[in-house]
């Protein structure tokens, strides 16, 4: 496999084409869903579950998970919760802002816009769930390791690392106030 900013390049890439078949009113209702997903994975999830899942775990196995099996698991889990809610926010009914759609060049630039800001929160939360648990998918042997420089780089301004976990909760509620408004 090549470095690891070409498959997020390519995903973020995919997301922004979906957006162009979907139309900018539609992806503001998956972006807003994102930002529900996130807020919950990083405020909730992130702080609070290592604790939980070794609880439990001690309370079955009278022992502490390993560090790495640990990461593994919250990796996985992590991905596949924010996984099942973007599909679940583009698939059936989708949550679509009302309104007059503005056509031509301005729409399709709204839609690249707002595609492009999908596509940033998907593969870049992805991207975090590897970076944030030391990429347990290098011990499956699909990245190798060390990063490429701009891959560095690129890490470094995943969503989760620039966006406080609290601000997705604000974010939200500023776009419900959008679809709510007339």
Same mark, same amino acid.
């Given at each position: 496999?090549?470095?690891?900013?070409?498959?997020?390049?390519?995903?973020?890439?995919?997301?922004?084409?979906? #957006?162009?078949?979907?139309?900018?009113?539609?992806?503001?209702?998956?972006?807003?869903?994102?930002?529900?997903?996130?807020?919950?994975?990083?405020?909730? !999830?992130?702080?609070?579950?290592?604790?939980?899942?070794?609880?439990?775990? $001690?309370?079955?196995? $009278? =022992?502490?998970?390993?560090?790495?099996?640990?990461? $593994?698991?919250?990796?996985?889990?992590? =991905?596949?919760?924010?996984?099942?809610?973007?599909? #679940? =926010?583009?698939?059936?009914?989708?949550?679509?802002?009302?309104?007059?759609? !503005?056509?031509?060049?301005?729409?399709?630039?709204?839609?690249?816009?707002?595609?492009?800001?999908?596509?940033?929160?998907? =593969?870049?939360?992805?991207?975090?769930?590897?970076?944030?648990?030391?990429?347990?998918?290098?011990?499956?042997?699909?990245? $190798?390791?060390?990063?490429?420089?701009?891959?560095?780089?690129?890490?470094?301004?995943?969503?989760?690392?620039?966006?406080?976990? !609290?601000?997705?909760?604000?974010? %939200?509620? %500023?776009?419900?106030?959008?679809?709510?408004?007339?």
């Amino acid at each position: 496999m090549g470095p690891f900013e070409f498959l997020w390049f390519t995903v973020f890439i995919i997301f922004i084409l979906i #957006a162009f078949a979907r139309g900018y009113a539609r992806e503001l209702g998956t972006t807003t869903l994102i930002f529900v997903a996130l807020f919950l994975i990083t405020y909730l !999830a992130v702080p609070k579950l290592p604790a939980a899942i070794n609880e439990i775990y $001690h309370k079955l196995f $009278h =022992s502490t998970l390993p560090q790495r099996q640990m990461e $593994h698991l919250l990796s996985a889990g992590l =991905s596949l919760v924010f996984i099942a809610i973007v599909f #679940a =926010s583009y698939a059936g009914e989708t949550f679509t802002f009302k309104g007059k759609t !503005a056509k031509g060049m301005q729409g399709r630039f709204y839609t690249l816009l707002v595609g492009a800001v999908n596509g940033y929160l998907i =593969s870049g939360s992805l991207w975090y769930f590897q970076d944030n648990y030391n990429y347990p998918i290098a011990d499956l042997g699909i990245l $190798h390791l060390p990063l490429t420089p701009l891959g560095e780089q690129i890490a470094n301004y995943l969503p989760p690392y620039v966006v406080p976990p !609290a601000f997705w909760a604000i974010l %939200v509620a %500023v776009m419900l106030i959008f679809k709510v408004r007339k």
